[in-house]
């Protein structure tokens, strides 16, 4: 088999307009042959690529499947909807957009219940008492039957319990109504600024964050993965690596006297920075890459150790031979 690489991106919703904006940084700008409402497109320079423009819950699905070899979608639809996710597909980067948590909420006017172990009291009071079971609003059905089955030891407080006792109400919108409308007792959602629960009178309960997601870059390990499709992902993961690699770091420049170029480079190991192009010759400006973290603390420990002028510049792109983000896939691939 021979078919093209397919990218899958989210077409709609509140990962769409960050996704195009990452490639875009990355040079991978995509073109749309058909028009604006053709959902398969491609990279303007990148061969045998097309672009598959989906919603990001079934962008999880076709990554599971291997419909598609390379998507960006958020890491809960991930953990909800590929269950063995380990085997099916590799999460090559973390984006640094679309975070949102996946939160167990309880209605605010339950005052005595602010962790899963008291959720688990209620469930069984409710079980006991009136002979049903807590109904749990939820489009996350999987990560919820694993978090309330899981226990951690430890003193009531301290630690998680796991909650029965319990059944699903599968809702695919408007999820923190459910309460207030009376078809469910609690909800399990996704939430960012928390507006939404607000709005309903909801609360989250303390141990009760299952999970912390953003979007992410999602590899396919069951696509098709033919040496054309991993020539392109090559071409994409550099350019992406190089991106990302540049978000991470500052370039440092600076003068220095003879004689300090070397410990100004033992210096800046401290401090995890790199000198890219090695120790510079005498009368060339010493040049390092530095995490984004370190920067003053380095500049002012250079300073202190004999530097003269020191400059920090934002960069484009840094490419590296061998990026980690092309070893791990291909690592994965085998
Ligand atoms: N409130 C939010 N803030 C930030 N990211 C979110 C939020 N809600 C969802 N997300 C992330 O974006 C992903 C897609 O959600 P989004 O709402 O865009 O699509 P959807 O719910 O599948 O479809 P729809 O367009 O019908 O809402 C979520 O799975 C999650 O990773
Ligand atoms: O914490 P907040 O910032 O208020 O965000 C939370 C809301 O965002 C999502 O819904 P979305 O707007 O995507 O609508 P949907 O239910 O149709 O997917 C989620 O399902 C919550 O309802
Ligand atoms: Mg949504």
Redesign the pocket.
């Known amino acids: 088999m021979s078919g093209p690489l397919i990218l899958a991106v989210p077409s709609k919703?509140?990962l769409q307009e960050n996704a195009h904006a990452f490639f875009a940084r990355a040079g991978l700008n995509f073109v749309q042959p058909g028009g604006a409402r053709d959902y398969r497109g491609a990279i303007a320079d990148v061969p045998n690529v097309e672009i598959a423009y989906l919603s990001a819950s079934d962008i999880a699905g076709q990554l599971a499947s291997g419909a598609a070899h390379l998507g960006v979608t958020g890491e809960d639809l991930v953990r909800e909807e590929i269950p063995d996710a380990a085997t099916r597909v590799k999460l090559l980067q973390p984006l640094g957009f679309g975070y949102a948590n996946v939160v167990v909420a309880v209605p605010k006017a339950w005052i005595d219940v602010a962790t899963m172990a008291d959720l688990d009291d209620v469930a069984a009071d409710m079980q006991r008492r009136h002979g049903r079971r807590l109904r749990v609003a939820t489009k996350y059905v999987n990560l919820v039957r694993n978090f309330f089955a899981w226990t951690e030891p430890g003193d009531r407080r301290g630690a998680r319990t796991s909650v029965s006792n319990y059944r699903i109400v599968e809702s695919l919108?408007?999820?923190?109504g459910a309460p207030a409308a009376g078809v469910a007792d609690i909800v399990v959602?996704?939430?960012?600024?928390?507006?939404?629960?607000e709005a309903n009178a909801l609360k989250v309960l303390e141990d009760g964050v299952m999970l912390r997601s953003q979007a992410q870059l999602v590899a396919s390990l069951g696509a098709d993965w033919n040496d054309g499709a991993r020539a392109a992902v090559r071409t994409i993961l550099t350019r992406i690596a190089a991106e990302v690699r540049a978000r991470e770091v500052r370039e440092i420049r600076c003068r220095f006297d003879e004689g300090v170029g070397r410990t100004l480079v033992d210096l800046a190991a401290r401090y995890d920075a790199r000198a890219p192009f090695g120790p510079p010759p005498p009368g060339t400006p010493l040049v390092l890459h530095a995490p984004k973290k370190a920067v003053f603390a380095l500049v002012e420990a250079l300073a202190a150790a004999g530097a003269g002028t020191i400059t920090v510049a934002t960069l484009e792109d840094v490419f590296e031979p061998n990026p980690r983000l092309v070893a791990d896939l291909f690592g994965a691939l085998g």
């Open positions: 919703g509140r919108g408007a999820t923190e959602d996704i939430t960012t600024t928390g507006a939404t629960l």
